[in-house]
């Protein structure tokens, strides 16, 4: 049933009800009057009087009585077919709420690899273990799966979420973005060794800043975007 439907038969009620009481009183008064007309001395208005108490009493609550069974009647099918759109939207929240669950605990997966990847890679120094330029290569290419995994993802499923909340995830993602380029552009021209002693210190320190950057800003705003979160999936304070 279309809520045009449920409109309609809300206003047939009222018009219903609104009628059945006007035909019930002008009937009621008609004969009344009736029985007014016939009379001829002041005690036989008396016994009408309490005569038509009575018989109004009467004849309303038996009017009520029927009214009410015509209503159920009207009504119940209206009740039934709420309930019944009720219990659907019930259902499609509650399918809705779990779907963006699922999307929200995988993209803050890929949010907090991708924010590890990132300063693991920009970091100034690393121990080296075995082959330091092989180790160089693996951070390097876990950042960029990092970057990309999270960003198809995030594409996917803009809908889940506000526009406002999107387009703080796209600034956020942005940042991480242009600091991977910045960063990776500048390790290659240093490796290149072809830079002069200016260039050098000036590639070497725009490094050191990104990764402080990474470091100190990026876990602030990925704190927000956990409260957004918390506040999405209904989570109570402890």
């Known amino acids: ?107 803050y997966k890929k949010l907090i690899e991708l924010h590890s990847a990132m300063v693991d890679w920009t970091n100034f120094m690393h121990p080296i273990i075995e082959d330091a330029e092989k180790e160089r290569q693996e951070r390097t290419t876990r950042a960029n799966l990092a970057i990309n995994d999270f960003k198809n993802f995030y594409l996917v499923n803009k809908l889940f979420f506000s526009k406002s909340f999107c387009n703080y995830i796209d600034e956020i993602f942005k940042e991480y973005w242009d600091k991977g380029w910045e960063f990776g552009y500048g390790q290659e021209r240093v490796k290149s060794g072809q830079l002069t002693g200016e260039y050098f210190k000036h590639y070497a320190e725009q490094r050191s800043k990104i990764s402080k950057e990474l470091k100190e800003n990026l876990p602030i705003k990925i704190s927000e975007i956990e409260d957004k979160f918390r506040k999405i999936l209904n989570v109570e304070q402890e």
Not at 31 to 39: Q, R, T, V, Y
Not at 52 to 59: A, H, I, M, Q, S
């Open 1 to 107: 049933m279309t809520s045009e439907k449920i409109v309609e038969i809300i206003i047939e009620v009222a018009l219903f009800l609104i009628a059945s009481y006007f035909i019930f009183y002008k009937s009621w008064l008609n004969s009344l009057g009736k029985e007014i007309a016939k009379l001829s001395t002041i005690e036989q208005l008396t016994k009408l009087t309490e005569s038509v108490k009575k018989d109004f009493n009467e004849k309303i609550e038996a009017y009520k009585s029927k009214l009410s069974e015509e209503l159920t009647l009207k009504i119940e099918p209206l009740k039934s077919e709420l309930a019944k759109n009720n219990i659907t939207h019930q259902i499609q929240f509650s399918y809705l709420h779990q779907e963006r669950a699922k999307v929200i605990l995988e993209l």
